[in-house]
Each structure stands twice: as C-alpha cells, then as structure tokens.
C-alpha cells in the first residue's frame, strides 16, 4: 500500500514562492511521481511529472520545478514566481509508468492535498 501526504501550501502574493512537499511511504518505484492541482469549479488538472524523465505543464514551464529525494522518500514541487491563476489544491500523486503522464485515470494514489492561494 502506498500513502502520500503533501504539505506546504499557503497563502502567498504574486510574485512569490512556495515549496510543496509530499512524504511517500510503500513500495513505489517504478511509479512515476506527479502533481495534479484542481482550481474552484475546474477539473484536475496536470502539474508536472517525475520518472525516468521529467513533464511539466505548458502553463508552468519555467516557473515549477519538481524534484525528488529519494533518501527522504519525498517528492518536491518548487514554485516561483506564482500567479492568481496557480491558486488551486494541489495534489500528489504515484502512478504506473505505463500510463498516459497528463491523465487522472493513469494514477493509483493520490494525496489529500495542499491549498495554495495566490493573492494579486
């Protein structure tokens, strides 16, 4: 069994950073490491994506950067320069790297998730 617990999130301005964090316990490798985020009234949404390679989301290339230790057994989403529109719960996320990186359905475990708010 796999558990995911992120933290981090928060209330930050425009322009600012935070660094999400999420603790992995199980048997994950060969999973591939994501983080999802869903905004208020908007579907899940693809963040960025860790494995063999590295994804990121058109809207936050650049910007995030997701990195793993694997001595910790944590997965990290650094994110600058932040923006309104970031606002969301962001989740994490273990998955079979088989599946397709962008899609939901690709993934086995989830985290309960951290709210990020961004005021402009």
């Known amino acids: 069994q796999v558990q995911l617990v992120e933290s981090g999130g928060g209330l930050v301005q425009a322009g600012g950073s935070l660094r999400l964090s999420c603790a992995v316990s199980?048997?994950?490798?060969?999973?591939?490491m994501s983080w999802f985020r869903r905004a208020p009234g908007k579907e899940r949404e693809f963040v960025a994506a860790?494995?063999?390679?590295?994804v990121y989301a058109d809207s936050v290339k650049g910007r995030f950067t997701i990195s793993t230790d694997n001595a910790k057994n944590t997965v990290y989403l650094q994110m600058n320069s932040l923006k309104p529109e970031d606002t969301a719960m962001y989740y994490c996320?273990?998955?079979?790297?088989?599946?397709?990186?962008?899609?939901?359905?690709?993934?086995?475990?989830w985290g309960q998730g951290t709210q990020v708010t961004v005021s402009s």
């Open positions: 996320a273990a998955g079979r790297a088989s599946g397709v990186y962008y899609e939901v359905t690709a993934y086995d475990y």
């Open positions: 199980g048997r994950t490798f060969m999973y591939r």
């Open positions: 860790i494995n063999w390679g590295i």
